[in-house]
């Protein structure tokens, strides 16, 4: 019988490959379908997988199987720390974690890559705080930059068009926004790769979508920052200054105190510190923003009772962010929706341009096929000009 021939695989790369997955080795083993044994002993370089086992080993830990060849184990890449989560949970390391955040880096490189092949002009996120700056002092220099003005934000009568809205206006800082919803929102509600050109901010689309926009402005503010940081909404002596920085600097952009005290004068409410849920409500909808978020301004006004907010907030921090429904937008529009405007902009005109093939196409956005190419373009548009599907 003769022998099936042998990968000559680099075992210090399989390991590489699984523990940057943050696989354990009975579960690699598990979906790649082989034992823990065998697993181990082709870690070990005691046995050489097969060319469709490798196959097997690139699929489940998302790399090409020609890497597995290469003689050297690549850099290790910083790890991020700039992570929103949900309130009390630890920062976990998970394989769709991972995948997501080296997802940002590579499609971040292909934007690099493209603007330097045709010669455009790579834009500088300019716009830069110091932390030791007044906090509405920053915020307003973001809101003026951001070019979204208090007459737009009121009007808007639709929470998706508020975070498309706002999404666009930090796209047009040289920002890439991703948005994915394959990681729980217990393991991630935004991080974000402050790396110039073209730093890199990716939201958790089964998040809120008011969730979202704060998210996005609370991300923003680190890019602004230039600094790093775990990002959540956890309350206490253990959240670092910086986060407070950026939550309450997100918050005064959101909600300018200007505006909210014109707000609570038109809505006529007394002295009272406790707030009805309605009024709660009314207000969150006129800014287009999370309950929470005017809570949070309410007590920096000292509109109300730490009491009050820490009671409201815990009562509102067990409700389960409201997921996209199944069955919900066609595909095109979530491939834009994931990819942003900005990056699938670029990829679609180097496609026009001939600068990229058809198939680096579909790589470069997910898997597409050319039947996608033609909503997607004329959805890129309608979008660019402030229609929402």
């Known amino acids: 019988m003769r022998d099936i021939p042998r990968a000559r695989a680099n075992p210090a790369l399989l390991v590489w490959a699984r523990e940057s997955s943050f696989y354990s080795v009975q579960e690699a083993a598990r979906k790649i379908g082989v034992k823990s044994e065998t697993l181990q002993l082709w870690e070990s370089g005691r046995l050489l997988p097969t060319m469709n086992q490798l196959r097997a080993i690139g699929r489940v830990y998302r790399r090409p199987s020609a890497l597995f060849f290469a003689r050297d184990v690549p850099e290790k890449r910083p790890k991020i720390a700039d992570f929103r989560l949900l309130p009390g949970i630890d920062r976990p390391d998970s394989p769709e974690l991972e995948f997501e955040i080296r997802r940002a880096y590579e499609r971040r490189d292909v934007v690099l890559d493209l603007a330097r092949q045709s010669g455009d002009s790579i834009p500088v996120h300019s716009i830069s705080a110091q932390a030791s700056e007044k906090r509405e002092v920053i915020a307003r220099r973001l809101r003026e930059v951001l070019g979204i003005s208090l007459a737009t934000q009121l009007a808007w009568h639709d929470e998706r068009t508020a975070l498309s809205a706002w999404i666009q206006a930090v796209e047009s800082l040289g920002v890439l926004v991703f948005q994915t919803s394959r990681v729980h929102t217990e393991q991630m509600r935004g991080f974000s790769i402050a790396e110039y050109p073209f730093p890199v901010i990716v939201l958790n689309g089964s998040d809120s979508v008011r969730g979202r926009v704060f998210t996005l402005i609370h991300e923003l503010v680190h890019l602004t920052l230039r600094t790093g940081g775990l990002c959540n909404l956890r309350e206490g002596p253990d959240v670092s200054p910086l986060e407070i920085l950026c939550n309450y600097v997100a918050g005064e952009v959101l909600v300018p105190r200007g505006a909210l005290l014109s707000q609570l004068h038109l809505l006529g409410h007394n002295d009272d510190p406790e707030w009805q849920d309605w009024e709660l409500t009314r207000l969150a909808n006129r800014f287009m923003t999370s309950r929470e978020v005017v809570l949070r301004r309410l007590l920096i006004l000292n509109k109300t009772t730490v009491e009050f907010y820490q009671k409201k907030h815990e009562e509102y921090s067990r409700v389960v962010p409201r997921h996209e429904s199944r069955g919900g937008p066609k595909y095109h529009i979530m491939v834009l929706r994931n990819n942003g405007i900005a990056y699938t902009g670029r ?38 000009e402030g229609v929402h599907p």
């Open 347 to 384: 990829i679609l005109e180097a496609y026009r341009n001939n600068m990229i093939s058809l198939s680096e196409l579909s790589r470069h956005l997910g898997g597409i096929r050319l039947n996608h190419i033609e909503p997607l373009e004329n959805a890129l548009i309608r979008r660019r």
